[in-house]
């Protein structure tokens, strides 16, 4: 797991980590860094050893870059060891962009997608930091991604708090949205 960005664009409620900067001034991750961490998880993997390398932050596409640079590092150093490695993010979709879509399908990424419910529950609980609602900004820039998952897994993950607790009613929306799955988890 790489956190790529210790910084994050939204202004959750329940957020444990101060939204995204962890008690400390709000940074990337250098791609030296990454690749660092890539090379030490290929080089000590076994031989037969099935590789993940698993993007967070923060929001990890405030790093877009470094997350980029770091998969297509990570893919040919293990093949190089002939290990097979596949790939994941937890975002809060914000950032998300078709661009965003091609990439994660070409590499067979698991995408997970903090969402927490409907609008409104959503937009309450994940606000941005001037405190505008985030839900409707996120299912339009998640509709490249659900329309394009064949190798890529599009999910979305709940944060279940006494706001939000119509779980049924997210499920069968996420369901026809097109989630590959979703996941509710206590706060």
Do not use: W
Not at 103 to 126: I, K, Q
């Amino acid at each position: 797991s790489l956190a790529v960005a210790q910084k994050c664009n939204l202004g959750c409620t329940y957020c444990y980590a101060q939204q995204g900067e962890f008690g400390s001034p709000a940074k990337n991750m250098p791609l030296e860094n990454a690749q660092r961490a890539v090379d030490l998880l290929v080089n000590g993997a076994e031989p037969g050893a099935r590789l993940n390398l698993a993007f967070l932050g923060g929001e990890p596409l405030v790093n877009r870059r470094v997350l980029q640079a770091t998969t297509l590092h990570a893919v040919e150093a293990a093949g190089r060891r002939g290990l097979p490695i596949t790939f994941s993010i937890t975002t809060n979709g914000t950032l998300l962009t078709e661009e965003d879509a091609v990439f994660f399908e070409t590499h067979g990424s698991a995408v997970t997608v903090s969402l927490d419910g409907p609008r409104e529950a959503h937009n309450a609980l994940r606000p941005y930091k001037n405190g505008g609602g985030s839900f409707d900004a996120i299912m339009c820039r998640l509709g490249p991604l659900l329309f394009r998952q064949r190798r890529m897994q599009v999910s979305a993950r709940v944060t279940v708090t006494p706001d939000n607790l119509e779980l049924r009613c997210v499920l069968d929306q996420f369901i026809d949205a097109g989630f590959h799955a979703s996941a509710f988890l206590p706060c």
